[in-house]
């Protein structure tokens, strides 16, 4: 086979995770006495800027100083998303989210093929080390080779960085292996880094130009939600299954050369 390892986005693409999120955001501006709530409309904005801190910190900056109340920006954006992280991961704990369809299946076709796993994201590592057992199982985080997550790199999504860095710690070349996103910003960092990238479109990234992907679909689909018509005839069935995907990978490979590589920056 031609693949080493499936590398995977989380918020969008392990989960819909991006609901608890925007409530964790809110909680914590409650928490600290900030006069902030950012509705759906609002968050989906502000989701163009990855990274919860780089988010709120870019939201923060552009409130009334009074907001502050006379606090540092910097260390009150720490805070508040120190507080946010405690409380997205308290209710992730509790069962709050689900895997999105063939996720699960996925990633046992991959272990059970040897295939390796691993994650590339800008949300915080906190979140993956509670995020990942939840949807899962016990004992699923060391299931992952390799996990690069929020500031373990300078440059968030779609800076290729965080994928780079999964990259090197697996060891393994950008052209044996694939990447799995749902945001055109981790689009554009997954193919910067020279990976075949399967995008599935969350509720959050729906209105994402996502056809700098090489395969697009609504989700990796499974026998519960099987894909139907034009997205089974791209995935090559009811589901994107390994071989499904080995397969349109190894075209991909054979047809692209070396440009496909990972472009100079
Ligand atoms: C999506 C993000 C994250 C989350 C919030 O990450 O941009 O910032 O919105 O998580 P992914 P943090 O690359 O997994 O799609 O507040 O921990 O950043
Ligand atoms: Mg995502």
């Known amino acids: 086979m031609s693949l080493d390892a499936l590398i995977f986005d989380v918020d969008g693409t392990l989960a819909d995770t991006e609901e608890v999120h925007r409530q964790a955001f809110n909680a914590a501006f409650r928490a600290h006495g900030l006069p902030w709530t950012w509705d759906p409309e609002r968050y989906r904005e502000l989701l163009a800027v990855t990274g919860g801190k780089e988010r709120l910190a870019s939201f923060a900056e552009a409130q009334p100083a009074g907001d502050h109340r006379g606090r540092d920006v910097a260390e009150l954006v720490a805070e508040v998303h120190a507080t946010k992280t405690q409380w997205f991961t308290e209710r992730i704990a509790s069962g709050r989210v689900a895997p999105r369809p063939g996720v699960a299946r996925l990633v046992a076709e991959a272990r059970a093929r040897g295939i390796r796993l691993a994650i590339a994201t800008t949300t915080t590592p906190r979140n993956v080390e509670v995020l990942v057992p939840a949807l ?65 479109a969350a509720p959050w990234t729906s209105h994402h130009d996502l056809s700098a992907a090489n395969l697009v679909l609504p989700t990796l689909g499974d026998e519960a939600h099987p894909l139907t018509g034009a997205d089974a005839a791209r995935a090559g069935g009811a589901w994107l299954g390994l071989d499904g995907l080995a397969a349109r990978h190894a075209a991909w490979v054979a047809a692209s050369g070396p440009e496909r590589g990972i472009p100079a920056c």
């Open 136 to 200: 899962l199982g016990e004992g699923a985080l060391a299931w992952f080779d390799a996990i690069a997550a929020g500031d373990v790199v300078p440059r968030k999504k779609p800076a290729p960085d965080v994928y780079r860095r999964a990259l090197t710690e697996l060891g393994a070349p950008a052209d044996r292996c694939v990447a799995f996103e749902d945001s055109e910003a981790g689009v554009g960092a997954a193919r910067g880094a020279g990976l075949f990238t399967v995008a599935v």
